[in-house]
């Protein structure tokens, strides 16, 4: 039985760079992801003075819960949506000017409804190109708080961004969101939020955060659930094979771990435990309908092996994976076609059929996510290929090594 050992989860991860940066005291990260994304946050933090020691095991920050070190600062957000999103807001609630830009992907991507709250709270914040992107610049004196209202519709990091700048504004906020995706991120957030001190009311659809700082701590990382959906995915499609994930449980704060439950409802066995998950393959992996809009970070895993299926696999409810790294949806009708399989899209949803797959080469858009889902599908379809194999150093630099081993165990177990 396969035991397969999963990197810190980037969601967490960031979050709790955030919160390190903002606490009073010096926060230890226990187990923290070690990826281009996370990398780049913590230099993201070093470049707004903030002091960041990196061992193999854990990440020390000293927090600054007065805002940034330095007054001005030129910071680069690689591809990461959370630094590109988090770290101008931390910026906020400190005193100077500060640029960020990121790179072509992430010049794409959208944040017009974060940067238009925080705008609306009295934030000099400019964009330099195409409103509502990347490259932007702050000129920071602090946040006073009171009320916003957001739109979370595309991303659920609106949200969080502005949840954790609660507690560093001189009165606290009261956030009015009208429509919200991802929820579940928004629940990570304010645990972690709670682990370090502060706190957040729910009002209906408002979020009510008081202001008061945050205490250092020490804070481990559990295993990135989106990241085990591969893992879990590669034992449902082999029928007998058993994977075992340790560190994700009934206790973990990640939403993505609902991930096992689709699985289960298309025939595989699942067992989620106290601080390990089990995902055993059958004989049949059956089709469904389902909505992924809160877990819409592993519908690429579930279009993925949905060719195996007996019967149409249709998820729905996804439009927000149209604004990724890449038109998640498209990307996933567009590779899924190659293989020669059966496929019909909408606004926010996709179709697939049954089929078997034939060999070629994937076009990953450099999204990390494109890549670790068909390599699932490559465990049952010879001839597969990436255009952009090395794109998973995002979020998993080991990412072909540790699949590779998964697969030479399978094939033992089979």
Same mark, same amino acid.
């Given at each position: 039985?396969?035991?397969?050992?999963?990197?810190?989860?980037? @969601?967490?991860?960031?979050?709790?760079?955030?919160l390190?940066?903002?606490?009073?005291?010096?926060?230890?990260?226990?187990?923290?992801?070690?990826?281009?994304?996370?990398?780049?946050?913590?230099?993201?933090?070093?470049?707004?003075?903030?002091?960041?020691g990196?061992?193999?095991?854990?990440?020390? &920050?000293?927090?600054?819960?007065?805002?940034?070190?330095?007054?001005?600062?030129?910071?680069?957000?690689?591809?990461?949506?959370?630094?590109?999103?988090?770290?101008?807001?931390?910026?906020?609630?400190?005193?100077g000017?500060?640029?960020?830009?990121? @790179?072509?992907?992430?010049?794409?991507?959208?944040?017009l409804?974060?940067?238009?709250a925080?705008?609306? !709270?009295?934030?000099? !914040?400019?964009?330099?190109?195409?409103?509502?992107?990347?490259?932007?610049?702050?000129?920071?004196?602090?946040?006073?708080?009171?009320?916003?209202?957001?739109?979370?519709?595309?991303s @659920?990091?609106?949200?969080?961004?502005l949840?954790?700048?609660?507690?560093?504004?001189?009165?606290?906020?009261?956030?009015?969101?009208?429509?919200?995706?991802?929820?579940?991120?928004?629940? %990570? +957030?304010?645990?972690?939020?709670?682990?370090?001190?502060?706190?957040?009311?729910?009002?209906?659809?408002?979020?009510?955060?008081?202001?008061?700082?945050?205490r250092?701590?020490?804070y481990?990382?559990?295993?990135?659930?989106?990241?085990?959906?591969?893992?879990?995915?590669?034992a449902?499609?082999?029928?007998?094979?058993?994977? +075992?994930?340790?560190?994700?449980?009934?206790?973990?704060?990640?939403?993505?771990?609902?991930?096992?439950?689709?699985?289960?409802?298309?025939g595989?066995?699942?067992?989620?435990?106290?601080?390990?998950?089990?995902?055993?393959?059958?004989?049949?992996?059956?089709?469904?309908?389902?909505?992924m809009?809160? %877990?819409?970070?592993?519908m690429?895993?579930?279009?993925?092996?949905?060719?195996?299926?007996?019967?149409?696999?249709?998820?729905?409810?996804?439009?927000?994976?149209?604004?990724?790294?890449?038109?998640?949806?498209?990307?996933c009708?567009?590779?899924?076609?190659?293989?020669?399989?059966? &496929?019909?899209?909408?606004?926010?949803? %996709?179709?697939?059929?049954?089929? +078997?797959?034939?060999?070629?080469? %994937?076009?990953?858009?450099?999204?990390?996510?494109?890549?670790?889902?068909?390599?699932?599908?490559?465990?049952?379809?010879?001839?597969? @290929?990436?255009?952009?194999p090395?794109?998973?150093?995002?979020?998993?630099?080991?990412?072909?090594?540790?699949f590779?081993?998964?697969?030479?165990?399978?094939?033992?177990?089979?």
């Open positions: 039985m396969p035991v397969v050992t999963i990197p810190g989860s980037k @969601s967490i991860t960031a979050r709790a760079l955030f390190a940066a903002a606490a009073d005291g010096v926060t230890t990260l226990v187990r923290p992801l070690r990826s281009d994304d996370t990398e780049g946050f913590a230099e993201g933090l070093v470049r707004l003075g903030h002091r960041v990196r061992t193999p095991d854990a990440w020390q &920050v000293d927090g600054r819960p007065q805002g940034p070190a330095v007054s001005e600062a030129d910071v680069y957000c690689r591809d990461g949506a959370t630094t590109a999103r988090f770290l101008p807001t931390l910026a906020a609630a400190g005193r000017t500060y640029r960020f830009d990121a @790179s072509p992907q992430m010049r794409r991507r959208p944040l409804p974060l940067t238009r925080l705008r609306d !709270l009295g934030v000099d !914040l400019r964009h330099e190109q195409a409103e509502g992107h990347h490259p932007l610049t702050v000129r920071a004196a602090g946040v006073e708080g009171g009320e916003v209202t957001l739109d979370a519709g595309q @659920s990091q609106y949200l969080t961004a949840l954790l700048l609660g507690p560093l504004t001189r009165k606290g906020l009261r956030i009015h969101v009208t429509d919200l995706v991802s929820a579940p991120y928004v629940d %990570i +957030t304010i645990a972690m939020m709670r682990a370090f001190g502060a706190e957040v009311a729910r009002e209906g659809e408002a979020f009510v955060v008081p202001p008061g700082g945050y250092a701590t020490t481990p990382i559990e295993p990135d659930a989106s990241t085990a959906s591969y893992f879990f995915a590669a449902a499609v082999t029928p007998g094979a058993e994977v +075992t994930v340790p560190g994700l449980g009934r206790g973990s704060l990640q939403g993505d771990l609902g991930f096992v439950e689709v699985l289960r409802r298309m595989a066995e699942v067992s989620v435990g106290s601080d390990a998950t089990t995902v055993r393959g059958t004989d049949e992996l059956r089709g469904l309908t389902v909505a809009r809160d %877990i819409s970070d592993t690429p895993t579930l279009a993925a092996i949905a060719p195996f299926a007996s019967g149409p696999v249709r998820i729905e409810d996804v439009a927000n994976t149209r604004v990724k790294e890449c038109d998640r949806l498209q990307a009708a567009e590779n899924l076609r190659r293989l020669g399989v059966g &496929v019909d899209t909408g606004p926010d949803w %996709i179709e697939i059929l049954p089929g +078997t797959p034939t060999g070629a080469e %994937i076009r990953t858009y450099g999204d990390h996510r494109v890549v670790m889902s068909f390599a699932v599908t490559g465990l049952r379809t010879p001839g597969i @290929s990436f255009d952009d090395a794109c998973v150093r995002k979020t998993f630099p080991g990412f072909h090594e540790a590779a081993e998964l697969r030479s165990v399978l094939g033992d177990d089979r």
